[in-house]
């Protein structure tokens, strides 16, 4: 099998910090990775600058991994590579950076029409990861009109934690292809990849949000009002 070169720079590349990202509440940092004459801009997100939160167990750079794994597994393409490795400040997680449109998030490209697809895509991937932070900022649309979904730190709870912006589909069927993919994924269990990541609690909530979906067939509707971040950009 052909080597994933963004996949090789992330793993062997040398890290150098460029700066701390703004407005982060953990340890968030522009960095450029090196590898040989590749190199790329990455997000790296170190485990001792994670801040303790009192309703989930410390992991966000290892949740982000399991992200971007899900992600595969299911065929979505949603979630920038990102993977686990040292780095200057310790261990933790590197995702590939986005260059991105960062006027554009969920509401503006919702408004938009053109990507709804992929926002289905992306609420069905919320609602099977149990994403209880999809703020608006975190949908963007990269320089070549893709779409995709970072900040997946607080994903994964085995109690059920969802709070996105992306509700203005409920009620809606679940397109076919989503629900196939779901299903493929369901037949074959938890892939190891992904398995490592998750502790057993937690994969078996995993299956049980992807029976959830399948079952339901449709995107719930939020009845309480109360499933949304703050703030929502």
Avoid at 40 to 50: C, D, Q, S, T
Avoid at 104 to 119: E, I, K, P, S, V
Avoid at 140 to 151: M, N, P, R, T
Wanted: proline share 6%; with cysteine; aromatic share 10%.
């Amino acid at each position: 099998m052909r080597a994933d070169p963004v996949r090789c720079v992330l793993e062997l590349g040398e890290i150098e910090i460029e700066g701390r990202m703004p407005w982060s509440s953990n340890g968030t940092f522009l960095c450029r990775v090196t590898h040989g004459e590749q190199w790329l801009r990455a997000i790296y997100k170190p485990r001792r600058g994670e801040r303790p939160l009192w309703d989930f167990p410390r992991g966000l750079d290892r949740r982000e991994v399991a992200a971007h794994e899900l992600s595969e597994a299911l065929g979505w393409d949603l979630v920038p590579h990102t993977i686990l490795r040292d780095g200057p400040l310790g261990a933790g997680s590197v995702q590939r950076f986005v260059e991105a449109d960062f006027e554009q998030h969920y509401f503006t490209l919702y408004q938009a029409g053109h990507h709804h697809d992929r926002l289905r895509a992306m609420c069905a991937f919320d609602l099977v990861a149990n994403n209880t932070d999809r703020k608006s900022g975190h949908c963007l649309v990269s320089v070549a009109d893709e779409l995709f979904g970072i900040d997946h730190g607080l994903c994964f709870h085995e109690d059920f934690k969802l709070r996105t912006v992306i509700w203005e589909f409920a009620g809606e069927p679940v397109p076919a292809e989503l629900l196939s993919d779901l299903e493929r994924f369901r037949a074959g269990g938890v892939p190891p990849a992904l398995a490592e990541l998750l502790d057993e609690a937690e994969q078996e909530a995993l299956l049980d949000r992807v029976d959830l979906v399948l079952d339901l067939g449709h995107f719930p509707l939020d009845e309480s009002g109360h499933r949304y971040p703050w703030p929502l950009v």
